[in-house]
């Protein structure tokens, strides 16, 4: 995870080594060599994305790269923030450390599943009449795109959520590897603490537009994002709205930040947006091209 920006670029490194000095974690150890079972813990994976995200734009800044909006899936938000100017990128590692941290102290429990092939509209609807026919804390915790959802929350209520959706026309179900159903009500329980970590955080507007992944709408007070960064543990994310909003806003060009291909996977369903991921190499080669001034940033996602 990561080495790529690890081993080719100074920025990365010295990033890296400033996440495990806040965290007391040796965190290259742990995303070079695993175990895969302490990695994908959100305890760990949560650091681990920011940290690597927050490279790539270590990166980006050192070679003068130019961005006019930022977006995040997920905990990616938490790096976008950082390109934004609203926290800088130490407080960010810091902040994801503790959301990571209090999320993993809740109980184990709840599924996610990926599901594809049904329009997202009608995914959403069917999913609601199931939670209110069973009474079960089931919801859509993501809408990645035009036809791909993700159902997040109790086992049973999951359960039943993909088999409406098998009978009302969906295509495919994947099971997510979580300890958590993130982005689901079974989320409400670390909210207090998150909030408090939140309200102690000093924030500055940003600089430039941030899309919130639950509206796809920009944040630009810091009361606004200290706002977001709280309701967002239990919101869907909604990254179909925010590739709409950057479609709609004349935007063709995204850089995903990282060593992730998943959200250039996700633009693919809008022909107007066309995203780069920083995970090829011929893309991290072009970075010693000073001629090379793309456009936006999008925030990896966890």
């Known amino acids: 995870m990561g080495q790529a920006l690890f081993h080719g670029f100074d920025e ?11 965290t007391g ?3 290259g150890a ?7 079972s302490v990695l994908t813990r959100t305890g760990s994976a949560q650091v681990a994305v920011t940290t690597v995200s927050l490279a790539a734009l270590a990166v980006l800044r050192a070679r003068a790269v130019a961005y006019d909006a930022v977006a995040g899936h997920s905990v990616g938000m938490l790096a976008a923030l950082a390109a934004a100017d609203v926290l800088d990128p130490a407080d960010a590692i810091a902040l994801a450390a503790r959301r990571g941290t209090i999320m993993d102290a809740l109980p184990l429990g709840g599924s996610m599943v990926s599901v594809a092939g049904l329009a997202s509209p009608i995914a959403v609807d ?4 199931v939670r209110r026919r069973t009474g079960s804390a089931v919801v859509v915790g993501l809408v990645n795109g035009p036809q791909n959802v993700v159902v997040s929350g109790e086992e049973a209520g999951v359960a039943e959520a993909v ?9 495919s179900a994947v099971p997510l590897t979580v300890s958590h159903a993130f982005h689901s009500p079974l989320m409400s329980g670390a909210r207090p603490a998150w909030q408090d970590v939140v309200a102690a955080q000093p924030l ?3 600089r430039i537009p941030v899309l919130a992944d639950s509206t796809g709408e920009p944040l630009i007070s810091q009361r606004a994002i200290r706002e977001f960064l709280v309701e967002q543990l239990t919101s869907p994310v909604r990254w179909d709205l925010v590739c709409r909003h950057l479609c709609a806003s004349g935007e063709r060009e995204a850089i995903e930040m990282g060593d992730s291909k998943a959200l250039r996977s996700l633009g693919l369903p809008y022909e107007q947006l066309r995203v780069t991921t920083m995970a090829a190499p011929q893309f991290l080669a072009s970075l010693r091209d000073p001629g090379r001034t793309p456009l936006r940033l999008a925030g990896r996602t966890i």
Do not use: K, Y
């Not at 088999?163 to 295509?171: D, P, Q």
């Open 12 to 22: 990365a490194a010295a990033t890296l080594a400033g996440a495990a000095a806040i």
């Open 25 to 27: 974690r040796d965190l």
């Open 30 to 36: 742990l995303m070079r060599r695993g175990p895969s």
């Open 126 to 129: 069917v999913v609601r009449m």
């Open 163 to 171: 088999r409406a959706l098998h009978e009302a026309g969906s295509s």
């Open 204 to 206: 500055r507007n940003a």
